[in-house]
Nanobody, 125 residues
């Protein structure tokens, strides 16, 4: 079955860290751009970070620059999102998606090919 699955969410205090994983099955994730997106309660889904499949270039939303890092491990067929210095406003369901880099970094990211079901990140004391 072709799918991506997120893991690693949970409850963390402000200032803490979490690492999210996006594991692919049924296909090689290294051939696709991969993005992380999030949706907070009552808000629209927004882009967080993308990583390319050709030269591993990356992009980040301004709100997470300097705090979040996206990376790949092709041996594990997984993309990670390392999140540090977490804030209450980072609370959201985080989704990963595979697809073209151009879509990942555009306003049409919702057209990405394959989405996971999400993992909840709650930042609270």
């Amino acid at each position: 079955q072709v799918q991506v699955a997120e893991s690693g969410g949970g409850l963390v205090q402000p200032g803490g860290s979490l690492r999210l994983s996006c594991a692919a099955s049924g296909f090689r994730l290294e051939h696709y751009g991969v993005g992380w997106f999030r949706q907070a309660p009552g808000k629209e889904r927004e882009g967080v970070s993308c990583i390319d499949n050709t030269d591993d270039k990356t992009e980040y939303a301004d709100s997470v620059k300097g705090r979040f890092t996206i990376s790949r491990d092709n041996n594990k067929n997984t993309v990670y999102l390392q999140m540090s210095s977490l804030k209450a406003e980072d609370t959201a369901v985080y989704y990963c998606a595979a697809g073209p880099w151009q879509l990942c970094t555009s306003g049409e990211f919702y057209r990405m090919d394959l989405w996971g079901k999400g993992t909840l990140v709650t930042v609270s004391s």
